[in-house]
Structure formats: structure tokens, C-alpha cells
């Protein structure tokens, strides 16, 4: 009987060590263990909102979407879930249902600086520039040194091609975020299109070996981006179907991709991929512009 009971104690005791490297292996996976996890919360509002900012952050729109859209349900309706609904409205191209979320955080905040920036950059996406160049400039009297917002100032400039005004927002880019990847992307765009082939390389190379060793979505995304601004679009092409078969519909990828193979010369290919993109999204302005580049 003693020996019966040590086994049991023993058993038992394994059990629970199992399950508690079974939960750590959840641990690593964050989506396993938020939706495992809401099955036994009381407070299941707060993990969907942990959750949809796991997707939010991963470039998984729809599903941020939809579990942001149940926080909400639940009753989780704050500043950062009405943030990550907003953004990926915007992201899956619902430019109406975006626009009023940011208005509605505004309205319970009128100083949320991102809840502005996000706003100019959806009327940038909408072609409305100086919707947009109002709402950032209010954005910067809040928080003058919140990056996104010149990142699409900086975008706004170059489609009015005021080449000023594009590049001291890199300038002002460059001394608040050093370290980034993304200024040194944007001055080597600024000395290409001056026709200064060394300096932009120069500066693409720097944003590469940022970027280079990094695994996550937008890295790679990014990588391709320099890839193709490097002419080396073969490189850039791979790297974007990479991110496709992981994301069959993101128009953002299909539009980079359309890009390359225009480059490539193969006009016909990148008319279909944009035409696709318009019969997913039919308000997704960057296809509508480079079709109207691309001509008969």
C-alpha cells in the first residue's frame, strides 16, 4: 500500500510537471497561449486584447480586426483597443470604419497624437494630402518627437515632390531615431533620385545592415523594399513571395510585388497584380497611382 501511494504521489506530481512544460511552451507561442488562456479567464476582455495586439504587431490585419471588434463586445472599449481596431480597419482598406474610430478616440482624447497621425496617414492613403498635412502638424504640437508621424510627412512630400520639404523631414527623422533603418532608406531614396548612385547605396547599405538580421514581418517586408530601391529585384521578389505565402492577400506585399516586375519590364504582369489589388480593395490609392503610371 505505501509503495501504491508513493507511485501515485509520484505520478501525480509528473503530471503536473508535464502540464507545466507544456505551458511553457505556450509561453513561447504567444497566440497558443492567449486563446488557450481565454478559456479559463474570468477576464477574457483583457487577453483578446493582448491577443489582437499580438496579430496587430505580426501584420495579421484581419484577425487584429476581428479580435479587437470582440474586446470591444466584451466591453474592453479604451484608447489602445479602439487603436488597434482603427489600424486595422485601415490596413484591411476600411477607410470609412477606420475614420471613425480615430474620431471617436479623439473625441474621448483630443491629444492622442496617434490617434492624428493615423488619421493623415488614412487621408494619405485617400489621396487627401491636405486633410493629412493638417492632422500631422497638429500630431507634432502634441508630441514633436513620435517618429511615424514624419515618416508620413516624409511619404506625403516626395508623391507632391517637394524636395525641400522631404528632405529636412529626414533630417529632423535622422536625429530622433539614429538607430533606425529607415531615415538612412529615405535619404538613400532622396540622393538616388538626385542621380547620386554612391551616396544612395551608401545609405540603403546602412538601412540593410539594420534590417539584416532580423526575422519578423516588417523586417523582412522592409529588406525587400531595399532590394528593389538597390535594383536588385530578383532578390526583392523572392522575399516577397516569401511574406505572400504567409499572407496570400495583403495588398501591401502585392503592390511591392506589381512594382518589381514593372521594373522588370513586364507591364502586363504588374497591370494584373494592381487590377487585383483594386478588385480586393478598391479604394487602395498606391495601386490606383501606379496604374495610372503605368499607362496604356
Do not use: Q
Not at 180 to 194: C, H, I, R, T, W
Request: hydrophobic content about 35%; overall charge positive; aromatic content about 18%.
Amino acid at each position: 500500500k505505501e509503495k501504491f501511494k508513493l507511485f501515485l504521489i509520484i505520478f501525480i506530481f509528473s503530471l503536473y510537471g508535464i502540464r507545466t512544460i507544456l505551458r511553457n511552451y505556450d509561453w513561447k507561442d504567444p497566440e497558443k497561449f492567449y486563446l488557450k488562456s481565454i478559456n479559463y479567464s474570468f477576464y477574457p476582455s483583457l487577453l483578446y486584447g493582448n491577443l489582437c495586439y499580438h496579430y496587430l504587431r505580426n501584420g495579421e490585419y484581419e484577425k487584429s480586426y476581428s479580435i479587437s471588434k470582440k474586446a470591444i463586445l466584451y466591453g474592453l472599449k479604451n484608447e489602445p483597443i479602439l487603436y488597434i481596431y482603427g489600424v486595422s480597419s485601415m490596413n484591411i482598406g476600411k477607410y470609412d470604419e477606420a475614420e471613425v474610430i480615430f474620431k471617436e478616440i479623439l473625441k474621448l482624447n483630443p491629444k492622442n497624437y496617434e490617434a492624428l497621425t493615423e488619421l493623415g496617414y488614412l487621408y494619405f492613403i485617400k489621396g487627401e494630402y491636405e486633410k493629412g498635412i493638417k492632422l500631422l502638424n497638429e500630431s507634432l504640437k502634441i508630441n514633436e518627437n513620435y517618429p511615424k508621424t514624419y515618416y508620413i510627412f516624409v511619404e506625403i512630400y516626395r508623391v507632391k515632390k517637394e524636395r525641400e520639404n522631404y528632405l529636412n523631414k529626414i533630417e529632423e527623422l535622422i536625429k530622433i531615431t539614429p538607430y533606425d533603418f529607415y531615415p538612412y532608406y529615405l535619404k538613400g531614396l532622396a540622393f538616388k533620385e538626385k542621380g547620386d548612385y554612391l551616396k544612395a547605396n551608401e545609405n540603403f547599405n546602412k538601412a540593410y545592415n539594420i534590417l539584416k538580421n532580423k526575422n519578423d514581418f516588417y523586417s523582412i517586408f522592409n529588406c525587400g523594399i531595399l532590394m528593389k530601391e538597390m535594383g536588385r529585384v530578383n532578390e526583392a521578389l523572392e522575399l516577397f513571395y516569401k511574406l505572400l505565402k504567409l499572407k496570400p492577400e495583403n495588398i501591401e506585399i502585392l503592390n511591392e510585388i506589381g512594382i518589381c516586375y514593372a521594373m522588370k519590364g513586364d507591364k502586363e504582369k504588374a497591370r494584373k497584380i494592381w487590377e487585383n489589388i483594386l478588385f480586393i480593395n478598391p479604394k487602395y490609392y498606391p495601386a490606383k497611382e501606379n496604374l495610372r503610371r503605368l499607362g496604356n
